[in-house]
Nanobody, 127 residues
Framework: QVQLVESGGGLGQAGGSLRLSCTVSGYIYSTYCMGWFRQAPGKEREGVAGINTDSAQTYYADSVKGRFTISQDNAKKTVALQMNSLKPEDTAIYFC????????????????????WGLGTQVTVSS
C-alpha cells in the first residue's frame, strides 16, 4: 500500500517563494522517477519537474527552468519542490507522482506512466 501526500501549498506573491513537499508512505517497488505536475483551472495537467530516484538527474519544463528545484531525501522518503521567482501563471494545483519509468535531464515520462498520485495541493500566486 502506497500513499503520496503533498504539503506546503498556499498563497504566494509574484517574485516570492514557496516550498512543496511530498511524503511517501509504504514501499514503492521499482520506482525510478518522482515527478511534480500541475493543473490550472480549465487547462491540461502538465509535468513541471522530475527526479531520477537512482541517479538523481533532474528534469524541468522550460516554463520553470531556473526558478524551480526538485530534490529528494531517500532516507526520509520525501520529495520537495522549491519554487522561487513565482509568477501568477504558476497558480495551479500541484501533484506529486511516482513512475516505474526512469526520468533524466531531457525526459519526463507522460502522466499515464505515473501510477501513484497524491491528491494535490493548491498554489495561488498574486500579482
Amino acid at each position: 500500500q502506497v500513499q503520496l501526500v503533498e504539503s506546503g501549498g498556499g498563497l504566494g506573491q509574484a517574485g516570492g517563494s514557496l516550498r512543496l513537499s511530498c511524503t511517501v508512505s509504504g514501499y514503492i517497488y521499482s520506482t525510478y522517477c518522482m515527478g511534480w505536475f500541475r493543473q490550472a483551472p480549465g487547462k491540461e495537467r502538465e509535468g513541471v519537474a522530475g527526479i531520477n530516484t537512482d541517479s538523481a538527474q533532474t528534469y524541468y519544463a522550460d516554463s520553470v527552468k531556473g526558478r524551480f528545484t526538485i530534490s529528494q531525501d531517500n532516507a526520509k522518503k520525501t520529495v520537495a519542490l522549491q519554487m522561487n521567482s513565482l509568477k501568477p501563471e504558476d497558480t495551479a494545483i500541484y501533484f506529486c507522482a511516482a513512475s516505474t519509468v526512469p526520468c533524466g535531464t531531457y525526459y519526463l515520462p507522460p502522466e499515464g506512466r505515473f501510477g501513484d498520485w497524491g491528491l494535490g495541493t493548491q498554489v495561488t500566486v498574486s500579482s
